[in-house]
């Protein structure tokens, strides 16, 4: 049986779990893959790369193997040295919490049968204006 493209109902079902998740009395906002608007937030999360291919190694049809890079971005302009990457751990634990058990749009018919949670390196940038912290999580999906 053929089954849908998951890429679309895996980053809603993301989405849905931390966009406006609330860590340190913060309201972090989340995009799909750059930020958007006029004002561009100080703390945000994105989600970026998206990968998915077809395992046909099962007897029970082809199951997707799907992947989703969460980006969490926390800037501090530079004056003195006001930041930490404390924010962004702590954002990090919030959707970590938030997408452990992800379920995704029943009208799919796709379901989740195994999920990976995996952290990159982080990224430090540094400007002559801002202190960038990046924390990074891949969502690795196994889905039916």
């Known amino acids: 049986m053929i089954k849908p493209l998951p890429d679309k109902y895996v980053r809603k079902a993301v989405y849905d779990a931390v966009n406006n998740i609330v860590v340190d009395t913060l309201t972090?906002?989340?995009y799909d893959s750059r930020v958007?608007?006029?004002v561009i937030p100080q703390h945000f999360i994105l989600l970026?790369?998206?990968t998915s291919q077809v395992n046909q190694m099962t007897k029970?049809?082809?199951v997707w193997e799907s992947s989703?890079?969460?980006d969490i971005v926390t800037t501090y302009d530079r004056t003195g040295n006001p930041a930490d990457r404390l924010l962004s751990e702590?954002?990090?634990d919030a959707v970590r919490n938030a997408t452990?058990?992800?379920v995704l749009d029943v009208a799919s018919g796709l379901v989740v049968q195994k999920q990976i949670q995996d952290f990159p390196n982080d990224i430090v940038t540094?400007?002559?204006n801002k202190n960038i912290f990046r924390k990074l999580m891949r969502l690795e999906l196994t889905i039916n």
């Open 28 to 30: 972090i906002p989340a």
């Open 36 to 38: 958007s608007g006029n």
């Open 48 to 50: 970026t790369t998206q």
């Open 60 to 62: 029970c049809g082809d």
């Open 68 to 70: 989703i890079l969460v």
């Open 90 to 92: 702590n954002i990090l």
């Open 100 to 102: 452990n058990n992800l």
């Open 126 to 128: 540094t400007t002559d």
